[in-house]
């Protein structure tokens, strides 16, 4: 593709060189760069990619995208103000803007997200879709299943992946984005249908350093990105029940479907039992209400069905199917994963890793 190309919607401060070149290929790690390539310096938790722009022009980088710095030597330079921002649109000029091309639900929060993306994949994969999903446990289409190495992969390699997965014939993406995605731009360029909001609690404070920050980059999920989508039919899902919901999509000005055990959400639920075994409740709809049973055990979990159940609903997949999907996700891998075992006794592995989620878990086996 030709440079100019792939930099259209890219704000540059300078450009010297050929805009005319054919770029090969784009890289954010100087070691992953070869002959032809575009080489995006972008600065990361540990390491600045700045550094290794010698690195990358003498592995074949054509081109270099820069924040700062000195104009590579007989290569095109090009300097921006922010190479995240670049460097994720760059990605999706490359691919061709795959997420316009499926629809693509985010889920955000402090905990739930998996166990939410695992029940919505349930609903539509009952509901005849082809689904792909980006989260922590790992990435997966078709019949690909990949380690995931961050909950929200890096701009370049999500681009990749959403181009691989259209390609498959997948029709729904539905995407984990974790606080450090937002706040690192990761999902910068993602043209979202959905956004899904669980729940609120401290967490990766050793990265945001205040609560502030950590619920301003939730936050960006709905107030920039599924507000800046280019989709017609968005809308916002949250827990009605957490005392951030609301703030989560203040002034955003679009569709929002409220979940919440409390009779004033659009979709919540009565009847509720809970055991060691699962759980049973009514759930109630602005299509009807309906019983459901699961194998998910504790009332954290039942908040988990609801918002997959909410986001179905304004997808508007039949409540029979919903019901369908729930019932047929038999659990998650590290979340409250019973052990079987030969002294009668109770083990449980889960991924519980806040204060918040290991009260939880602890109050469901209670």
Known sequence: MELRRLLEGI??????????????????????VEE?????????????????????????????????????????????PNSRHALAKVASNFFRDPSSEVSLAGITGTNGKTTTAYLLESI?????????????????????????????PESLDLQRM???????GVSHVIMEVSSHGLDLDRVWGCQF??????????????????????FRSKRRLFAEFLRQSNKPRRFAVINSDDPQ???????????????????????????????FDGLSCRLKTPRGDCSVRSTLVGRYNLYNILAAAATAI??????????????????????FEKVDNREGIHVIVDYA??????????????
């Not at 990358?56 to 820069?66: D, P």
């Not at 689904?131 to 289409?141: F, K, L, Q």
């Open 193 to 214: 249908d959905h956004a899904i909001f669980t729940n609120f609690t401290s967490d990766h404070l050793d990265y945001h350093k205040t609560l502030e920050h950590y």
């Open 36 to 80: 032809g390539f575009l080489f995006v310096a972008i600065r990361g938790l540990e390491f600045d990619g700045h550094q290794f722009t010698e690195e990358a022009v003498e592995r074949g980088a054509k081109a270099v995208l820069l924040e700062e710095g000195r104009e590579a030597p007989d290569r095109t330079t090009i300097f921006v």
């Open 11 to 32: 704000e540059i401060k300078k450009l010297s060189g050929d805009p005319l070149q054919e770029i090969k290929g784009i890289a954010y790690h100087s070691k992953r």
């Open 353 to 366: 890793h806040t204060h918040d989620a290991l009260e939880r878990v602890l109050l469901g086996i209670r």
């Open 162 to 168: 959403l181009r691989e997965m259209v390609n498959e």
């Open 314 to 335: 304004g997808m508007d997949i039949p409540l029979k199917t919903i019901k369908d999907g729930v019932e047929a996700l038999g659990g998650v891998s590290g979340r």
């Open 245 to 275: 919901g609301e703030e989560m999509v203040k002034g955003i000005d679009l569709p929002v479907i409220r979940y919440g055990i409390g009779r004033s959400s659009d979709v919540a639920a009565d009847q509720m039992v809970f055991t």
């Open 124 to 152: 539509l994969k009952k509901a005849g879709c082809s689904v792909g999903v980006i989260g922590t446990i790992n990435y997966r289409y078709g019949q690909k299943v990949i380690s995931a190495s961050n909950t929200t």
